[in-house]
Each structure stands twice: as structure tokens, then as C-alpha cells.
């Protein structure tokens, strides 16, 4: 499938430099990338998108006791 989108001129020049050095095309590059994302998403390596929700939800031990509202207010 054909898609258009509009990418900043830097960005095109550094993807043009790296499809170079890799004897590839800018196509292949955007392809590789998009494909390593969406795996990152779907795999069950911890870093997917609801593994990550998860860790936020539980929360992470800093140490710190939660601050009143006082001491909140106090400063």
C-alpha cells in the first residue's frame, strides 16, 4: 500500500545518510523501524505497552513517605 507523510527536511537527509552507509533504501529503513516498534508493543519482553501501564499502576518504591497536605502546602 502507498502512504504520503510529511517528514522534516533534517530527518530526511539523516535517513538518506543512514539508508547509504547501509546500502538500503530509505524505504527498507522506515520499514525496519516501524517493524521493530510494533514488535516492541507486541512482545512479551516487558516492555509492551501494557506491561509498562502495569509498572505505573503499582508504583515505585522511592523510599519517601507521601507528604501531608501541611507539609505539601508548606512550601
Known amino acids: 500500500m502507498r502512504t504520503t507523510i510529511d ?6 537527509e539523516r535517513i538518506k545518510i543512514a539508508a547509504a552507509k547501509r546500502r538500503t533504501t530509505m524505504r527498507e529503513l522506515v520499514i525496519r523501524g516501524l517493524e521493530e516498534i510494533l514488535h516492541d ?16 499502576e503499582q508504583g515505585y518504591a522511592l523510599g519517601n513517605q507521601p507528604l501531608t497536605r501541611d507539609e505539601i502546602h508548606a512550601r
Do not use: H, K, N, Y
Open 7 to 12: 517528514l522534516p527536511e533534517p530527518l530526511v
Open 41 to 56: 508493543d507486541t512482545a512479551g519482553d516487558g516492555t509492551s505497552r501494557g506491561s509498562a501501564l502495569a509498572r505505573l
